[in-house]
């Protein structure tokens, strides 16, 4: 959800909002925050209550209409976005209100760059959700640097979030930490993945296969030698050719019960293990991108990462691996686009999680890609051939 700009809001309420914000300054005392180390405290200020050293703060924002904001100042370190990434340890409650956020990174009072964190319409997909610790990292090919900035200096000092809320109860937000963490390796990587194991992934394998690429493939177990699915010759196939045989299922996991979510997760796992290995079967794709609090706890005790189906780019290492943002491919998305996405994170040293579902399938809208296209990505890749890597490759390198 894009906040609206400033400039394009009616004058009355553009004075009003600049009078909130100038108010804010002086009630919101400047959080001091370090590089990571065994302990740590953030001081705050809030209109609710006194000055105080805490381990975390604690903001409790009444819905509006306009948007909120938290201004965060990290003295005497400064970060660079050049060789850092940001990351803010938050939890937040009565998300249920939350319609827009927008992180806004500055230096001297000037803004530097912006990120837009992707909200969607069902809470069971966002990256933020209701009472979860989140570690949210800013990875510096989601950022939308200012173009009239000194793009040589990217040091921030100041960090400034700001929250759109309707008028659905309060929201909370609990900042526990801020910190900057080393930007590695200094290049980048690309991982195609395919969802759900259809017949048409064999084709996309031998696309792959003649530019030396392998890709993941998240299986459901009970799909595989079904019609219109992948056969377990073609599954060994793969395997072969370097490919990681992962975990999937059909049934977005929240909407199990709970003895059903750990069954039918440790099922998933001990099959895909079977036709796949041990090593490959610890990666997890949530079906339809979907989690929960209860799902993370199940997923935690047998899977190393889970990957989610959008947000963007990821950072590396990631900052939670069992919420691994992904890009999902559309027929929208060009192979023109979607090379220039995966150079992106090359350069900047960011992963590119690239989702894919179905090939030659225009029945499946959304979901379908042309092989066309398809191929015409791998092959624009071909210069960058040691960044295409498997999930599981990735992550061993990023750990």
């Known amino acids: 959800m894009k906040i609206q700009p400033l400039e394009k809001l009616h004058p009355l309420k553009k004075a009003s909002l600049l009078l909130f914000f100038t108010f804010s300054y002086l009630l919101f005392n400047l959080l001091g925050c370090t590089k990571p180390t065994p302990t740590h405290s953030l001081t705050c200020q809030s209109p609710w209550g006194n000055v105080k050293t805490h381990s975390s703060c604690d903001f409790k924002l009444a819905s509006a209409d306009s948007?909120?904001?938290?201004?965060?100042?990290?003295?005497?370190?400064?970060?660079?976005?050049?060789?850092?990434?940001?990351?803010?340890?938050?939890?937040?409650?009565?998300?249920?209100?939350?319609?827009?956020?927008?992180?806004?990174l500055n230096k001297n009072g000037l803004l530097r760059a912006t990120y837009v964190l992707p909200l969607y319409g069902e809470k069971s997909n966002n990256f933020l959700q209701d009472d979860l610790p989140?570690?949210?990292?800013?990875?510096?090919?989601?950022?939308?640097?200012?173009e009239n900035g000194d793009s040589s200096s990217l040091e921030?000092?100041?960090?400034?979030?700001?929250?759109?809320?309707?008028?659905?109860?309060?929201?909370?937000?609990?900042i526990l930490n801020m910190s900057w963490i080393p930007r590695q390796p200094s290049k980048g990587f690309v991982s195609i993945t395919f969802d759900d194991g259809y017949s048409s992934q064999y084709f996309a394998a031998e696309i792959m296969k003649k530019q030396g690429y392998s890709g993941t493939a998240y299986l459901i177990p009970s799909a595989i030698d079904q019609s219109s699915y992948l056969t377990s010759q073609q599954i060994n196939d793969m395997k072969k050719l370097g490919w990681d045989i992962s975990s999937h299922f059909e049934t977005p996991i929240p909407s199990l019960k709970k003895n059903e979510k750990s069954q039918s997760l440790k099922n998933i796992f001990e099959q895909i293990q079977k036709i796949g290995s041990r090593f490959s079967a610890q990666h997890f794709a949530y079906p339809?991108?979907?989690?929960?609090?209860?799902?993370?706890?199940?997923?935690?005790?047998?899977?190393?990462?889970?990957?989610?189906?959008?947000?963007?780019?990821?950072?590396?290492?990631?900052?939670?691996?069992?919420?691994?943002?992904?890009?999902?491919?559309?027929p929208q998305l060009s192979p023109t686009q979607l090379k220039e996405m995966a150079l992106k994170a090359i350069?900047?040293?960011?992963?590119?999680?690239?989702?894919?579902?179905?090939?030659?399938q225009p029945d499946k809208g959304d979901l379908?890609?042309?092989?066309?296209?398809f191929r015409l990505f791998i092959e624009g890749l071909k210069k960058n051939k040691n960044s295409v890597k498997t999930i599981s490759e990735v992550f061993q390198r990023s750990r």
């Open 67 to 104: 948007p909120t904001l938290i201004r965060i100042q990290k003295k005497p370190e400064i970060g660079n976005l050049k060789n850092e990434t940001l990351l803010l340890d938050l939890i937040l409650s009565g998300t249920q209100s939350l319609v827009g956020l927008e992180i806004r």
């Open 134 to 146: 989140s570690q949210l990292s800013l990875p510096f090919s989601s950022l939308k640097l200012q």
């Open 156 to 174: 921030i000092d100041e960090v400034e979030i700001f929250i759109n809320a309707q008028n659905q109860g309060p929201l909370n937000i609990k």
């Open 288 to 330: 339809l991108g979907q989690f929960d609090k209860e799902t993370l706890e199940e997923i935690k005790n047998l899977f190393s990462t889970a990957r989610l189906a959008g947000g963007g780019f990821e950072s590396l290492p990631p900052a939670d691996p069992l919420k691994m943002r992904a890009i999902n491919v559309t």
């Open 347 to 360: 350069e900047n040293g960011d992963w590119a999680i690239f989702m894919f579902h179905y090939l030659d």
């Open 368 to 373: 379908n890609y042309s092989s066309t296209d």
